[in-house]
């Protein structure tokens, strides 16, 4: 098993609790669901949140899904000008076989690819996948070969 990094991102409506309570269960839910990650897999989450949300840590999120005792930590993402607003970005850490889970992805991909262009007419974004305001990038090998 080698140690893999998984990225995801999502958007709010509203600078709530619920809503950024909501919105980052539903990423870590996916992210973990459809991956195959359980929770002893995990090594760490690190969360970003754009400047303009302040009602909620995205951790405390996932400490509610029972995360509580894998290490969690919170940052503000860069304020950049043409950047993406409202947004909760995750960068999931665990250990597991890197060709199952890309292979995963991919599926993935293909799926809300193809769902996400039948609702908006529009071609996919390059490198990631959007959906209900839910974002899913590649599985990436921070360390080892």
């Known amino acids: 098993m080698k140690l893999l990094a998984l990225r995801g991102a999502t958007t709010v409506d509203a600078d709530t609790k619920a809503d ?3 919105r980052t269960q ?7 669901e459809r991956n195959g990650i359980g929770h002893d897999q995990l090594v760490s989450i690190l969360f970003t949140a754009t400047d303009d949300l302040h009602a ?3 951790a ?9 005792d894998v290490p969690l930590i919170c940052a503000r993402e860069l304020d950049i000008t043409h950047g993406m607003k409202m947004c909760i970005r995750v960068m999931m850490h665990f250990y597991g076989d890197q060709h199952a889970h890309r292979q995963t992805l991919r599926a993935l991909d293909e799926y809300v690819v193809s769902h996400h262009n ?27 070969k």
């Open 118 to 144: 039948a609702r908006a007419g529009t071609g996919a974004a390059a490198g990631a996948a959007a959906i209900g305001g839910v974002r899913f990038s590649k599985v990436t090998t921070p360390f080892g």
């Open 56 to 58: 909620e840590f995205p």
């Open 60 to 68: 405390a999120a996932a400490r509610a899904l029972g995360l509580g």
């Open 26 to 32: 539903t990423l870590v839910t996916q992210m973990l």
């Open 20 to 22: 950024i309570s909501e």
